[in-house]
């Protein structure tokens, strides 16, 4: 008898038809239609039945966070919970986002509550202590976790209010470009763009904010008709800046962009039509997009391919927050109304984050704010790892001082759920001590047998994996486009230890602590390992390698009796350790020889030929210093002629002067050679400001998949820890180490 | 069938290039032998645009004068354009013709009507530059007037004259339009652009939104007997006239 008629026999048996609960088909159907039915219920529309329902399920709620089950019992119900997470995964929608969310609060919640009555109980005090630290750092965790998905639950996404047919009542815009160090050639393009915006030119002033004060920048601000404004001192840094420019300038609106952040040419236009049809609107904001790579982009060579750390900030959480008119102020790329910025006294100079305080300010005042995601201009990331961690250091720093001085939880003004989305801003900067805890918790117990969490090692298993297992579900379907799990473990890690202690001293004294220009546009010149900045990592990474030691010789001799436990703490260390490894690599700075960032791009081209011939050709990239063609066909052509390049925008052309310096097969590279200021703005107009430039920025990417993310974290953890230990050993001046930077 | 009328006030504009070339776009774009190209210049320059050598008896001028129907006289080139020369002529048959012209007003858009062709042919046809009895004769019976302009002052200056003869023709003939092309376009030549944008501002829309560019591969192709589409694909003129001719039987189909 075969296995084919043993199942026909059992099936005539049952004889399940279509009917049948047993028919899977049959059973979608039916789980789909209830479903349906539920949502479209007409009941939901009469008063009290949805307060009602609420009611009955926070109760519900209540219960199965707070009932004791026992090791069996958790299992299981963590086993229903989780398939139900993963069977509704499939639909799309926000409403079983928030289930999927509120299960995972419900995990999560049931988790700590477990964890804060009944694995505590401990009665050796450095034990108690170390307990109380690790559950301190897990409750903040938990709280970050809630009021993050009460932030991003429901993105606004908000579209372009588009600008009435009648001139007249476009409003004035002073832009105003601060600058306080940054070379001209940075400056310059931003200016230009600026000049370049589709705006009616008698509604439009250009400010450059010149802090430092520079002949060269008032020379070029004359040649280009721009108002050059300047102070006779620096105080409060940037926001002082665009203060001492307010007295001086009229234009109803104010559009800030840092010098380096070039505008398109469709900002205004794209922007402006919210403050007409909302009259208590202060400010919109829209992305900060970075047309290069930032340390971490440049160093693990995960350019484009990995949503790096603004896009969750820019593609999620500012949409998020826009629904509770909570949008933050970032201190670029945004408009503000004036008459509402000198109602809070002009940009926030009390903290070194100017720009979130200022929004607050504008909150408390009742004024409402707006995010536009839509990328309206570009700028450069900063060059290095030690000035990104200065720069983190900084926002840091700056939200632990508001959180001092002007608590959104306290005072006037705000409605709870701002309240929420400013706490979150700021928690977020407290990440420091917590996971540096993570990083070496199980150290206590592999070291020194600390039993820091009371409980079984699978006791330990039923409650924490059921918590980890819908936290990743629920953040992968939220943020899966804009945060990939692993990676941003290793950009917060790799942030950890710095924004510790200048968090911590801001709580204690929040005048502590002095503004810090990033820099950037910087070449890299050699590659080198980052030595200064990674030797806390270092210290920690050699601590877990040792503690992965010890706890091997514990497993197997002198702590067999209690396996469980040391297994769980080894894979927690070895956890840390993958996250430790990604995160020193970031640390040996790639080579970075280009002065210009290349920004890739399709755009029709024209060669003008010294001999009066032409070719029709596409640009690949372009960069302010030249640019790269692909060819129909070859070109005789040596190596330093001079063509003429014209770059189309629409039908609009732009000829730019160039020089080839490389031209093999159908790949040919031209520098710019002896450009005008009129050939310049030509680059800028078909380039930078170009309506389009950013549209197609992000190739399609993968979601977010967990599995293969920490894959690839290990790899490149293990890659980049084999060049580290290379070139300690290949090192000649290795004992010369204490020296820092190579 | 639609007809098209390149036509210019002045001469030197490369207006029968342009004929030729939008030509051979248009065929491209619509297939080979549907598009005619008919010279009405007695410079008799558009078959040599056209590849095609000159024979006795292949001129629309002799035709006419013999009172015999075009057929004859028509010449395939090798670019997939149906051709008909003006013809080597002797002073007086031209005179003899350009009689007949006045006489006959009507006697292109008779010929037409006689060639046979269907709805969905085109014919374009190359004027001499200037105000002409060949030009009354286009004006009478075009779909389309394409004139062809530089961005240089001299031909900025014959606007007033065309645009006077265009609103003559339009008391006549309401429905025929009008537009203007930029031929030999340089971006890198500060005059060119400003005056191209001063053309812009003047004309508004009936600038057609695309120029053809300055390249020395039309001039070379010319010497080689042959469009500058197949002398040299890949040159940014070949490129303007496939975009002006796909353009065109855009606006066309609308």
Not at chain 2, 12 to 34: D, I, P, Y
Not at chain 2, 187 to 193: D, M
Request: aromatic residues 10%; glycine residues 6%; charged residues 20%.
């Amino acid at each position: 008898m075969s296995a084919r008629s043993i199942l026909m026999r059992w099936r005539k048996h049952w004889s399940f038809g279509a009917r049948s609960l047993l028919n899977p088909r049959y059973l979608y159907g039916l789980v789909n239609e209830s479903g349906n039915r539920l949502v479209n219920w007409s009941a939901w529309s009469t008063p009290g039945v949805a307060g009602a329902f609420a009611v009955v399920c926070l109760v519900l709620f209540g219960v199965l966070i707070t009932i004791p089950f026992s090791r069996d019992e958790q299992l299981v119900f963590s086993l229903v919970i989780v398939s139900v997470a993963l069977y509704m995964r499939r639909y799309v929608g926000t409403l079983v986002t928030l289930v999927l969310v509120s299960l995972s609060v419900l995990a999560s919640t049931r988790y700590l509550y477990w964890r804060c009555i009944t694995s505590l109980q401990i009665e050796q005090s450095v034990d108690l202590l170390l307990g109380l630290a690790l559950l301190a750092a897990e409750l903040y965790a938990w709280i970050i976790l809630i009021v993050g998905y009460f932030q991003t639950a429901w993105p606004l996404k908000r579209k372009p209010v588009p600008m009435p047919q009648d001139l007249s009542m476009w409003p004035t815009v002073d832009v105003f470009i601060p600058t306080y160090n940054e070379p001209l050639s940075v400056v310059m393009p931003t200016v230009i763009a600026a000049l370049a915006m589709d705006w009616p030119r008698d509604k439009i002033k250009v400010y450059l904010l010149d802090d430092g004060r520079r002949n060269e920048f008032r020379d070029f601000a004359a040649s280009l008709e721009v108002n050059y404004l300047t102070r006779s001192n620096n105080l409060h840094a940037k926001a002082g800046n665009i203060n001492s420019a307010l007295p001086e300038t009229d234009g109803e609106l104010i559009a800030i962009f840092d010098c380096d952040h070039i505008p398109t040419r469709t900002f205004l236009q794209a922007t402006v039509g919210l403050f007409l049809q909302d009259s208590a609107l202060a400010m919109v904001q829209t992305p900060h997009h970075f047309l290069s790579p930032d340390p971490f982009e440049r160093n693990l060579q995960l350019f484009r391919l990995m949503p790096n750390e603004g896009e969750l900030f820019y593609g999620l959480v500012q949409d998020g927050n826009d629904l509770w008119n909570a949008t933050f102020f970032c201190g670029s790329c945004a408009v503000l109304r004036r008459t509402m910025l000198l109602e809070v006294g002009g940009v926030a100079t009390e903290t070194v984050t100017e720009d979130a305080h200022t929004a607050l300010k504008l909150h408390r005042l009742g004024y409402s704010t707006a995010y536009l995601g839509v990328t309206q201009a570009a700028g450069l990331a900063t060059e290095s790892l030690s000035a990104h961690v200065r720069q983190r250091i900084r926002w840091a720093r700056g939200m632990a001082q508001i959180f001092r001085i002007d608590n959104p939880l306290l005072g006037k003004g705000l409605r709870w759920p701002q309240r929420l989305c400013y706490l979150n801003a700021m928690l977020h900067f407290f990440y420091g001590l917590p996971r540096i805890i993570f990083l070496t918790a199980p150290l206590s117990y592999l070291f020194f047998e600390a039993h820091i969490i009371q409980a079984s090692a699978d006791l330990i298993a039923v409650y924490a994996l059921p918590h980890l297992t819908h936290a990743n579900i629920a953040n992968s379907r939220m943020q899966g486009k804009h945060r990939h799990t692993f990676w941003a473990e290793v950009y917060e890690t790799a942030l950890a230890w710095y924004i510790m202690v200048p968090t911590t001293l801001a709580m204690i004294n929040p005048k502590f602590g002095q503004f810090n220009v990033t820099g950037k546009g910087g070449q890299v010149e050699q590659e080198y390992f980052d030595w200064k900045t990674s030797m806390p990592y270092i210290v920690i990474l050699v601590l877990n390698i040792a503690g992965l030691v010890v706890g091997i010789g514990r497993l197997f001799w002198w702590n067999s009796h209690e396996f469980g436990t040391v297994l769980f703490n080894l894979m927690w260390t070895a956890y840390n350790l993958t996250i430790l490894a990604a995160t020193l690599s970031v640390a040996l700075e790639a080579r970075q020889i280009r002065r210009h960032w290349r920004v890739q791009i399709d755009l029709p081209a024209m060669i003008r030929l010294p001999n009066g011939r032409t070719v029709a050709c596409e640009v690949d990239d372009f960069s302010e210093g030249g640019l790269a063609i692909k060819l129909p066909t070859e070109v005789a052509l040596e190596k330093g002629s001079m063509v003429r390049i014209s770059l189309f925008r629409g039908e609009r052309e732009f000829a730019i002067p160039a020089a080839i310096v490389f031209n093999q097969g159908l790949v040919m590279r031209a520098r710019f050679e002896n450009m005008n200021l009129d050939d310049y703005r030509s680059l800028v107009a078909a380039t930078f400001s170009r309506a389009d430039a950013w549209q197609d920025w992000l190739p399609e990417r993968d979601i977010d998949r967990p599995l293969q993310g920490i894959r690839e974290v290990l790899g490149v953890g293990i890659e980049g820890l084999t060049r580290l230990v290379k070139r300690i050993a290949l090192s000649r001046q290795w004992r010369r180490l204490p020296v820092w930077k190579k | 069938m639609s007809v098209i009328v390149v036509a210019s006030m002045k001469g030197g504009v490369g207006k029968t290039s342009v004929t030729a070339n939008l030509a051979v776009a248009m065929a491209a774009e619509l297939g080979a032998g549907r598009v005619s190209a008919i010279d009405l210049d007695p410079q008799n320059a558009l078959r040599l645009h056209l590849g095609i050598e000159a024979l006795e008896g292949q001129s629309i001028c002799k035709q006419a004068l013999r009172r015999r129907s075009w057929q004859s006289a028509m010449v395939d080139s090798p670019f997939g354009v149906v051709c008909l020369p003006y013809g080597l002529v002797s002073e007086s048959e031209r005179e003899a013709f350009e009689d007949l012209l006045v006489e006959e007003p009507d006697w292109l858009e008779r010929q037409l009507a006689q060639t046979g062709l269907g709805d969905d042919d085109l014919v374009l046809i190359d004027m001499p530059p200037g105000p002409s009895a060949y030009l009354n004769q286009g004006f009478a019976c075009a779909d389309l007037i394409l004139i062809v302009l530089l961005a240089d002052a001299a031909s900025y200056s014959t606007i007033v004259a065309m645009e006077t003869w265009i609103e003559q023709i339009a008391v006549q003939r309401p429905g025929v339009q009008s537009v203007y092309l930029l031929n030999q376009t340089d971006e890198s030549v500060r005059l060119n652009r400003d005056i191209g944008e001063v053309l812009q501002q003047r004309l508004g829309k009936r600038l057609l939104p695309v120029g053809i560019h300055r390249d020395e591969a039309v001039c070379e192709a010319l010497a080689f007997l042959q469009p500058v589409l197949s002398y040299d694909p890949r040159c940014q003129a070949t490129h303007d006239f496939q975009r002006l001719a796909a353009y065109l039987t855009g606006q066309a189909d609308r």
